[in-house]
Structure formats: structure tokens, C-alpha cells
């Protein structure tokens, strides 16, 4: 698979990441509904089968059981894989998940991420999400620290904004962005890819398939069908009413396109994320082997201008349809 340097270091990332939101399971906030943690592990070996040499986790997806899930999976294998995480949520005895940058956190949620991953170092360790707003500087201060210490090797950011990348960067450099984009959601396009292309941070894209929503197995009633513990079902815009019902006509109409390019839609949609040079790889969400099988050919697929510029027209007919909507 072809691999890309990340931002200004030395990592060189496959442009298939492996996600491990979903291996989580469902028994929180933000869960994806039941998940064998055999299979999981099955689902990491064979990514790492066909090539993908990275892992994108996070301390609260499952509440500490992804990663714990991770780190069963790397046992003796750990130097082997690039591996990232994030902190900047935590929770409660009850699961009552809140967001939290100080310094303290920060190191405490280090340690215990580094324990249940069963690692010496994190390769590439992520502040989730910039809120407290105020707190952005402490946080990161506190990153840098374990940098220093060669408990994190490189700091990085995810859902930062430009005006936030300006004030952390003024600090330290930051390795890489993890922001969403997709077909669906393209909002990084004008300000943010170009600000991480002039200050050679990498992009590192999440949910490049719309929480499997561009993968073309969905149907209305396949979402009303999901289990009541999959936050998609209730929480997740794109999969409700009054954009559902547009979203599963665009991909649809997606079909034929990716049947030219002899593609699954799955495939379509990371390609299509994959085109932009900015992007040093699209994080796929995967919870079977047989998944990983098919997304990691995406990272050998190339689009050409008529094809991206047919599904161009397919999204702006989307856009139209969602306006006149609202």
C-alpha cells in the first residue's frame, strides 16, 4: 500500500489508517452497538495482513476498551505499528463523558492510555477535541512535556480550527489534524487544508465513509433497524430525517460511477478523499476483517478528472436538494 509522510516527521503513514472507534462496542455515549472483542482483534491482524501500519484509537471510545482491545491485539508485535490515540474527554463512574484539557488530565490520561495499550510510547498522541477553548494552551504545553519525555512522540491536534492550530503551533509544531471529511462533509476545504499544506501538518481524514453511510449498505430501514446502543440510529444528522433520505438517493446515484471504476462504493468514497494531496491518510472505521480486506485496495486507487468531476455534479446536486429543504 502506498504510505505518505505525515507532516513535518518521520512517520510514514499507509493511506489506509485502521479506526478503532467502532471495536468499542456499545455499551456508551458514542458506541457503535455490540462488538466481539475476538473479532476485533482478528479485524487489527488482518489490516496489518494487507499492509496498513497504523492505528488511530482513543481513550473514551468504549470507555477505555478500545484501546485495551488495541493493546491485546499488538502483543509482541507493537514495534510494528504506528499507533495514536487522544485525550481531552473523560468520564465518570456512571459513563458521563465531559471534555477536559488541563495539564493534570492531560498526564493522567497519558498513563493510563499508555497502560491499557500496553505501550512504552504513544507514536502520535491527539487532543480530541479543542474545548475548553481556554484551555488549548495549557493542554498542549502538557503534550510537549510528554514529548520530552518520550512518552509521546509526536503532539497532534483533531477538530482544531485554524485560529486554535495558530495558537497551539506558536508553542510547538503540530504533527497532524484529524479532522471528518467526506463526500458529505467537506467544510476543511477551503481554509483548513490549505493552512496544514503551508505549515506542513499532516491530515489525517475520519469518517472518509460517513459512518458507513457511503458504503451503500444502508437503507431507511436498515437505520431504524440498528441497535438502540448505536449512536448513529439517534444522534448522527446524516443518518436522519429531513438529509437521510437525500444522502441514501446521492449514493445511489454514486453506484454507476464506482461500478466504472470497477470500485465498490466504499472504495469510491476513500479514493475520492484520498485525491486530495493535502490528506496523508483517510482513518477507515472497522469492526471485521472482511471490511479491512476491502478498504485497504481504496490505498491503490487513483481518480481521474472526469470521474472526480462526475461526482462533483453528484454532490452539488445534493447541496441544492439539502437548501431547498431547510
Known sequence: MRRRRLG????????????AWAIGGGDYAFGWGPQDDRESIKAIHKALDVDVNWIDTAA?????RSEEVVGEALKGIREEVILATKCGLV???????TNCLTSESVRREAESSLRRLRTEYIDLYQIHWPNPDEDIEEAWEEMVKL???????YPAVSNFDTQQMSRAAAIHPIASLQPPYNMFRRGIESEILPYCSEHAIGVVAYSPMQNGLLTGKFTKESIQNLPDDDFRKVKNVHFQEPEVGINLETVEKL??????QDLTLAQLALAWVLRRPEVTSAITGTRKSSQIEETA????????????AGIEALLDEREERLKAQA
Open 297 to 308: 485496495q481504496a490505498g491503490e486507487q487513483d481518480l481521474d478528472e472526469s470521474t472526480v
Open 8 to 19: 513535518h516527521t518521520d512517520l510514514e503513514l499507509s493511506v489506509i489508517g485502521f479506526g
Open 91 to 97: 468520564w465518570d463512574d456512571q459513563g458521563n463523558i
Open 147 to 153: 514529548e520530552e519525555e518520550g512518552k509521546v512522540r
Open 60 to 64: 473514551v471510545y468504549g470507555l477505555g
Open 255 to 260: 453506484g454507476p460511477i464506482a461500478q466504472e
